[in-house]
């Protein structure tokens, strides 16, 4: 049996909604992920920390305060100095359009918005870690 | 496609303190995949230096409250510390809510400190199987207090006393009366008692039934030359903590020479019967004529211990030829 997939849910800076990511949470948990919660107002550098200590294959990061212009370049410097670029990066909230395509440029693989349906979630994170392949 | 690296090639960056090959090692023996086996192998050797201590408790007890002050103290002891927190995974997806980092997220920036949760993944007794693996990979990489928190335990979950080199049960006030103390199972293996909590008023009474549990030769453990203590302290007050790292030091060196030769040949055999059971496990299971002998034994044409013996024997007939 392969190993579940390892999740880090992370909440960064002063943005205390955190209704979305628990249900996120426990819908992966139900597709049988291993899900890490960080709690809230973290830092990037906490978060990177973090999630390549517990060497996740997907950290997802959810916003609901516009600062994702802001937070996802530091995350990604972040995991350079880290060694850990391999890492599927997801954006999840509320965020206009025109960042959804520069944080894709930038290298999130997927930007989840608040109307995904669960079970795209669940989906969309098997097929990308099956991508990635064993490492 | 991703870069492998061996497993092997990650031994030196991980004994050198590297977080993102520990953090690798760690996954891969959680895996159990079978290339990273040569390399826990010789990992193995090479550990052994480090000191770990066993946290275990009811749910709800504050152990990984308790754990993050702890940290605290062992990192202004100039330590260097590890923790692996063990949380429950679901009996029915299997996946997991790992929660215990919440409470320690203010040592996210220490690099002499590293934190990973694992979940249970079916395995009983409080701990995850690839627990001890995951040890020794802290160990070589050089954390010298490594200390593994377990799920939130009943009365009978005490596998965490057969991996730790010193354990200690939490014992929250407000859950039982001297009925309790005086049961056995988890209370029997503590080196060090913890009553938790005790900003509580009804604190004093859950230390005094330990207490007196003790004074019936209860709840010493295993070692001779070892008397337990019971610790109070409060985590909300930051009480207890001083004293209880003095318990730590004060137990590794009763460990010196014999106790201590006895507690590591404890730990051993039990890492040779899991790893021994793991492999007749997977064989036994593997074997063509296993699911032919399910069915019978729902049939109840043959009784599950006739049809075991069976197997057993084709499997070690199959081993020696």
Known sequence: ?135 | MADYIPSMDLIEPASKGETWAVARLISRAEANMSEVREAIGEIYRRAGNAHVIGLTGVPGSGKSTMVAKLVHKLRAAGRRVAVVAIDPSSPYSGGSILGDRIRMSDLALDRDVFIRSMATHGSVGGMAHAALDVVDILDIAGFDKIIIETVGVGQDEVEIANASHTTVVVSAPGLGDEVQAIKAGILEIADIHVVSKCDRSDSNKTMTDLKSMLRDGIGHGVQPNWRAPVIGSSSFQEEGFDELVAAFDKHLESLEGEPGRARREQISSFRLRKAAEALMLERFEAQSDFDGAATDVAARTVDPYSAAETLVRNFSSEASS
């Open chain 1, 1 to 135: 049996m392969a190993a579940p997939i390892r999740v880090l849910l992370a909440k960064i800076g002063l943005d205390g909604h955190d209704r979305g990511v628990k249900v996120v949470a426990r819908t992966l948990r139900d597709a049988g992920m291993d899900v890490i919660y960080s709690g809230l107002h973290r830092t990037p550098e906490e978060v990177v920390s973090a999630a390549v200590q517990e060497d996740v294959d997907v950290l997802g990061v959810s916003l609901l305060s516009g600062v994702q212009m802001t937070v996802f370049p530091k995350i990604f410097k972040l995991l350079e100095e880290n060694r850990a670029k391999d890492m599927i990066i997801i954006a999840g909230g509320v965020m206009p359009d025109e960042d959804v395509e520069e944080l894709k440029k930038m290298g999130v693989a997927e930007v989840m918005l608040q109307d995904t349906p669960p079970q795209k979630i669940v989906d969309t994170l098997r097929e990308l870690v099956e991508a990635r392949g064993v490492r």
